[in-house]
Structures are given as C-alpha cells and as structure tokens.
C-alpha cells in the first residue's frame, strides 16, 4: 500500500530475452523510482507478463507525455499494455437484487476509503435498497428485468453504466444473467461472484447441489462475466468448512461470508491492475 | 437452522454414569422431540457439558412449568443450567468507535435476519455513526469517554445497557477498555473482538507487533471479557496469510476481514447458546 | 483420544421422540461410562444417527453379551447398528502404485501408532516398494494389473484381501480403476483419495484440468470407492492455495501434501468407526 | 519448477533508482533467459530485495566469469549477493530425535526426488531410526547429548556437520537447545521446526500451554536458530483448527500434521534460494 501517487504499467507480451531490462532501462532513464514490480512467464505459450508500480513525483513527465514515448519500445516488443494513475478514481457501477451481505460490505470498504473509488451508481432489479444506496449519497436505478423483455432491461443498464463513465461492472450477487451482448460489450471489465467453488455446481442453486453430493467444504469464485455462464476466467476463490449437520440454508449462510470476502479481493485486485486476463486464465500479482 | 421454535437446554454438572438418560429421559416423557443435542465431557477435571435443543410445540408445557419439573433433576445432578426460548429474540448492545467493518457487517446480518435479535442500542465514544445507525431505526448514543473521567462514561454504558434490558454487549472494534467494574458485572456477557491471534500480540497496535515479528499468518479473537485485558475466556479465532510485501497497513486492511468474521460467528455462538464458559475456556458446541 | 479400552456402538434409525434417552438408558442400565457421545437427525429424510464410546470396565458384561442383550431395543427402534472393541485392531490392506508419499505417510502414523492397526499386506501393481515395505515387516504382494488381464489381477487382490481376513482396503494412489466386482463386494470398506477436489476434475490427470481451467485452489478428496468412478461418499477433502505461476508439476507437488493429509483423516475417521454412510453422502462424527 | 539447470542470484542491497535495470540489464548483455524474477523493497528501512533464475545454458559465461564479471556493478549497488547453480545439489543434514512423522516425510521427498539434494546424514541423540535410515542408505550417526555434557555432544555434531560438508543443518523435530556457539556457527543455515504459532507458546510442550489457554487454532513455525530460543526470522507457518473435545494428545497429532508441513515447506524454500534474511525477518520469494 502506498500513499503517495503512482503508475501501474500493466502489459504483456511474446517472451524474449532482455524484457525486463529494456522496460525498466527505460524507467530508470526517465528516473523512475519503482515500488512494486512482478513479472511471470507462462512457460507453455511463451507469454511474458508484467506489473510494474513507478512514483508519479520520481518522473519528470506527464502520464501522455510517458504512453507516447514509450510506445516506441511497447511496439518492439509487441506488446499489449495500459498505464494507470493512482490518482484517478475507478468509477464502479453495482448490481444486486435483495441480498445485502455483498452490498453492505463494500459500501464499508468504500466508506471506509479500503476501496479508493468512485460508485457511480447502483443498478437493481428491486428497489429493496433504494434507501439504503441513497443514504450513502449514491445514485440508485430500479430496472426491473421482466421474463418477457430482458433485452430492454440489459440495454437500460448499458445506458446507466456508459452514461456515468463506468470502468467496471459488478455483479454484487445479481442473480440475473446478463445477455451476451453486454457480456461481449466489456470483456474483462465485469465481475461476477458465484457461489460455489466453481467448476463445480455450475449455474442455479448451488448449495442445493453442494449438499446434494455431500462435500466437506463450500466456496465462491470470483471471475470475469463472458457469454457462456460461469465459464470466465477466475480471478479469485475461497472455501469454507461445512459438516453432515449443516442444512442447505447453513451453507447459504456461511457460504456469504466467503462471497462477499473473495468479492472483494477479487475486486481489488482488479481496481488495482493487478489482474491480466491469457486466455481463459488470469495472472494476479497480489 | 431450524425455523420451526424451538427451546435450548444448556447445562453442566460433575461427570457420573447416566446423566444423559436421565436428562434425555425427562424430555422423552414429556413427549420432547429432540433437534439437536452435543455433549462434551472434560476428563481432566470430570466436568459434563451438554446443549439440548427441543422442539417448542412437541411438549405440552411452557416453558416455566418445564423449569419447575426440571429442577429437582437439576439438583440431584449438581447441575449449572438454563433452559431459552428461540422465540425470545436477544437484546443486544453494540459498542463501537470510529471503524465500519464490523458495524456494517453486523448490521446486514441483522437486516438479513441472519441475526435474528434486536440491537437495542448502538453507544460509540464517537457521533460519527449517529446517521449510519439511526437510519436503520436503531437508538445511538454518543458517550465521549474522556481520559480523566472514564469512571463516568462506563457508568453511562452501564446505565444504557440496563436502561435497554440489555443481554449481551459487543464491543465491536471499541479500541475502549472497560471498567474493572463493567467487567465484573456482566460475566459471560460482554463479546471483544481483538485483532490479534492471542496469546500473541496482547494489548495495543497488534498489528504493528507482527509486523516487528515477521509472521507469516495474522489473526482475530473473539473472547469474553474479563477484568484481565485481552485474558479472557476464547470463543473463537481465524486467520489470514501475509507475506514480506505486507506493510501494517496492509495487514490492518486484510485483519478487518478476518475481525468482523470472527466476531461475527462468535456472537452467534454465543446468542444461539452454543457456548459454555469453563474456567477461562469455553466449550463451543457447534 | 482415550487410552482405556472400549467400545463403539454406531447407529442408525428412523427418528422418533426418545430414541437417546431408550439408547443411553440401556447403557446407564448396565453402569455403562459414556466417554463420547454424537447425535445427528437428518431433518429431510427422518433418520436418525448416533456413536457412543463407552468404557470397556465400565461394563460388566462381554461384548457378545452387550450384543445379544441390546438386538431387542436395536430391533424396536429398526436400527442398523454395529458395537466396535478399540482393543481389536482393524486389519488394513494398502494398494499403491509408484508414488511414496501416501505410503511413507501411513506407514510412519503406523510405526508410531498413531493408526493403532494391523497393516495385514500392501498390494502393488509395481515391485517398486516391496524393500521399504519388507523393511518395516509387512507383506507385500506384487500384482500386476495388466490391460488385457484386469479380471485375474483383481480377482488376486480380494483373495489376497480375503486371505489376510482384511477389514478396510486403502488405495492410496494405486492409479487403478477397480472392477465393478471388486467394489460392490466391499461397500463402505474400500477407501480411496482423489487428487482433486471433487466433483471437480473426476477422473484422469485432474491437476491438468485444473491447470487448464485456472483456478486458485486445488484439492484432495478421500471416498469410499463405489462402482461409479469418482463418484462414491465423501469423507473428508480439503485444499491448497496456488497461483498463475504455479505449473502442473507445482500443482502436483503441492497435491500430495494434501492428499497424504486427507486420506490419512479420512482413514482414522473410518478406522474409529466416526463415519456412517447415508445414500452417497457420509455422517462423519468427529 | 523448471527442470533445465539454472543459476539463482539472491541479493540485496540499499534501495536508490535503477536497480532492475541495471542487474536485468548486466543479464540481457550476456543473453541470459530469466525464467523467474522478484523484486522486494522494504519502505521502512529502504532495502532492496533481489531473486532472479537464469537459464544456465542461455549464458555463455560459467559461474566462476559470471561472478568475477558481475562483482563490480555488486559493487556499485553495495550489494550482498550470491548465485548458485541448480545442478550442485545442497547438503544437508538432519537432526531428530524419537519422533518420525518429520523424518518420514522428509525422507519421502528426497526419495522422490521432491527435495532435489544429498541427504548427508541423519544425527540423533537416540538410536531409534538407525535401521530407518541406514536402509536408505543415508550415515547415520547417534550422538548421545547428557545433561552433564551438552557441549562435548555439539562440538561432536559440529564436527560430523563440517565432515561432510554440510549447507543446511535441520532440526527435524530434534527436541535439544543448540549450544549457543553451534548456533552462533551457522547464521541463516539452521531450520527448526517449533511445534507452535509463535510467537505464542515458546519453550517447552507448547500444545499444553495452548491447551491451558484453550485457543481454537493450533500451529507450527519453521524459523532460523539463533541464540534465543525460539525467537530466530519466520521462515514459514501454518495454524489447523481445534476445538473443545480435543485433549493435549489430540493436539499433539494434529500438530504432527502441520509440523512436517511447515517444515518441508520451509525447508524447500531456504534450498531453493527464496529465503533472505532481513534483521530478524524473513524475505520468502514464493
């Protein structure tokens, strides 16, 4: 954790030698101070990832000045990559329906500046928690999302989420599926938590199918919402111990402790670019 | 979880043969359907424990003629015992200071009604949650304790909580210490959450302490509190692993997760009369 | 952990009002010493299950005694039920393949007693560990499992299981499919650890599947092995944190220090006669 | 993991701009492929943390050249530092005493070629595990360590430990204080394993100190020995849960579970170069 101001470079690109050297050889000539940094290469595919944190005073240049000069050595290296401001606050918008214990906890973690960010609005199915929203001083949006007319309902929050500027969509125990149109419209930019250790008890009720097979222990799993459901790649998970006596409504209890913490890990991890997405995988530099 | 009344026995006595057919025995004839029931010997000092959970309509007497058939049994075994009813909600008085994470938390277990009690009143030595609290319909009263006059201010915390018919206090991140006074008036029924894994890192900036330390696993405990700072009887504890990358805020930052867990199943050990205190030990049954 | 001898009676019934007060009534009868007692009704399907350990001495009458004694209260109730002597060791035969560490494991808990049981013979497909198990006084069997000959080798393997009088057959990491023969004529007796956790990743080469799909946690699952592969009762399982760096060879590495863990407590809750098997699903009285 | 030979540089040195691209930079001149790279700063004291694996046959130097050429920008940067070579496999040897679960796993990965080293030899001060190990074909040594005559017992370890050449000393569950010269000896290359979560439950029978206490979680510590007891850097630890019904004899099998763990984890880390010792804390490069 560090106060003072600072760039993330996230980026990755075909491995060879002399990676690290040339990027941060072009940090150090600009007299970059470097807190943080993380690199790993997937042996299989010969991919080659980074995360490097420099202190915003330590440079004597301007974010663009910085992405147009380095953009020269980015395209040697053939590599995808993005430069963050700390200072910049993610704008995050929130879907839930009427369970509070994943809205609750990071409205804390908002309050309490845990999550240095910006929530834009909440988006809901319900308007259970029209006042509880409005009283932190947050925007609220009912969208009801009818059997017949989903389609409306998913273009209705597009509209909410580009109209305030959203960087990222999170589905904060939604319980809805969104269409594949929006799941197409930003990859990588919305979060779901399941509850379940995915891949197991993939799709509805999966407590119900947890105690059905009798297992010892029960999860979540934080990932990134693509088209096919509970198919995107995994940033986070986490398990809990149940036994022989816990009751399905148990699991549902004890297994909100586990949603609503590996939420917001998965999250953070995301506001703070340290999650790249390979294929259907991710790299997290915690 | 059962939603159906139901009445809880607990009850400890010295270890002899026969205790749980002649307890079990008495609820048989009286037509007691039995949900849930754990015993526990302690075979250092031939203690008996045991929890007893009856279905409320299965018996055909209230719950004040059930104490009085019971009694005379109670006696012949030496038995320490009570006997509640789940239709009794719990008065319970939440104390905090200037931190969210367990407030929040605690608050959504109850709006949830996973906490099935009544918070009868929030008293902070600070205003700053006055909003947040009475929003959700629940008294708060500021009571400043000041370092020349703490005597004052626990009697106040003291006169609220009788004020309320209050059955449980929870110093929930109080970051207070109690009156030798207040401790000795309600054994058994003040909860702490401390931010340490005791017995390590008593007393203030725990964190800061492990940190000096350099351990690889930071923790909670929820116990009793006694007159003894931060000695009392553990409910329970949980960890989280960190690394050399952690600073103390960062540690601070991932113990709150783990802090508003563990208090948060503590309590409800607790309330639901899972736990029994035992010299400075409790026998939790779960 | 009780030094003193006893026994176990393990149970189970259709629930009724009174069944532990007619149970513990019998035992208290007949001056009976309870040491440990666990009770469990299955809310959904109406039975009911229970373990008491009573006091060898405590007794004045034999097991065979106890048993015939008891059969006529086992039969009012419509019990299933078996009473256990913990002065009988359990006769266990171990199947492994190439791989040591489940074996290392189960032999060092056996040499220092922790498992308090007769090791009759270890089986193996390969000539691998025939000194190390020859070294430490056991028999050891080479059977082969050849492709074109499974029928004969597992054929060898009951008559080798029958020969030694076995009460439990562990695979740990035999590698093998079992004939469906071989499984139905020991169910609830053959145990076997899974290096995933399950219903994840049933199957071959599980840590490739969870390499492939990307998840955060890998685990082991200890069954008891029944036709259906992957598929039998759950007695214990647990996990292990990985990350994006971690490569399949990592994963397995890790894996074993899992599975020798949950097979190894899976064993001794079988061994101490702590699980009762209900449909596919375990009781597991710890 | 990675199965080509390899150079590890381990370094440390005060923090200032440049650092990685200058050490990377010394390495993409000799063509020198980084397979793994971390980077650690510590904010607190500005010190600067270093591991980097270098494919060996990607380098056209051997170690000796590489060395002499890299000592003065080592220099430069005021560095301490050190590379070894994946393909010298270290030496160590391992000190118990009548307990096995340490020595049987720790045995069990060296036969699988797990812990990649030379198991030089096994001492003990009792005569228990004699046959054990010699029938791996490892010395064994049994030095007998009398009250009266501790010192002669550790000069005669010292000496077996000098004899062959030994890197790592481990204490496998060794149950004797080293001599404060042998300890003294050996800064940073002695691995104990304590049988708690310290710094909780220092010196002798931890598990009836946290049994006294009645914690819910039990643990072990795999830390450097230096003069003070228990108090040397954390290399790595590991806590399991307990409860109520556990005796001192159930902790001290559960904790056997975690102690080889820890140990093997700890050990695994120090072998392959992830361990830098920072005052009294450890830098573990996972």
Redesign the interface.
């Known amino acids: 954790?560090?106060r003072a101001r600072f760039y993330t470079l996230i980026a990755s690109c075909p491995d060879q030698?002399?990676i690290?050297?040339?990027v941060?050889?072009f940090?150090?000539e600009h007299?970059?101070?470097?807190?943080?940094?993380?690199?790993?290469?997937d042996?299989l595919d010969g991919r080659y990832f980074m995360r490097i944190e420099v202190k915003a005073d330590?440079l004597p240049l301007h974010l663009a000045e910085f992405r147009s000069r380095f953009q020269p050595l980015a395209d040697k290296l053939q590599m995808d990559w993005r430069i963050n401001d700390s200072a910049v606050k993610k704008r995050v918008v929130v879907l839930v329906s009427k369970?509070?214990?994943c809205?609750?906890?990071l409205?804390?973690?908002w309050?309490?500046k845990?999550l240095d960010i910006e929530i834009a609005c909440v988006i809901s199915n319900h308007d259970t928690f029209r006042?509880?929203v409005e009283?932190h001083g947050i925007p609220f949006h009912h969208v009801p999302v009818p059997v017949d007319n989903k389609a409306a309902a998913y273009a209705e929050v597009q509209r909410l989420f580009e109209e305030v500027h959203g960087d990222t969509m999170v589905l904060a125990r939604y319980m809805q599926i969104l269409s594949p149109e929006l799941c197409a419209a930003y990859p990588g930019r919305i979060l779901n938590i399941h509850h379940s250790?995915?891949?197991?008890?993939v799709g509805a009720k999966p407590y119900h199918q947890a105690y059905t097979?009798?297992?010892?222990?029960i999860?979540a799993t934080c990932h990134y919402v693509t088209e096919a459901l509970d198919q995107g790649?995994?940033?986070?998970?986490?398990?809990i111990?149940i036994?022989?006596?816990d009751?399905v409504?148990?699991m549902v209890?004890y297994g909100?402790?586990i949603e609503k913490?590996v939420l917001?890990r998965g999250l953070r991890y995301h506001l703070e670019d340290r999650v790249l997405v390979?294929g259907?995988?991710?790299?997290?530099f915690?």
Chains 1, 2, 3, 4 share one sequence.
């Open positions: 954790m560090h030698v002399g690290i050297a040339r941060t050889g940090i150090a007299k970059g101070w470097i807190l943080e940094s993380s690199f790993h290469a042996d330590s369970q509070e214990h809205l609750y906890d409205l804390a973690r309050q309490s845990e006042g509880f009283w250790f995915l891949p197991s008890f097979r009798g297992v010892k222990l999860g790649p995994i940033i986070e998970q986490d398990v111990r036994d022989h006596s009751s409504e148990d209890r909100k402790d913490t917001a390979h259907n995988k991710t790299v997290v915690r």
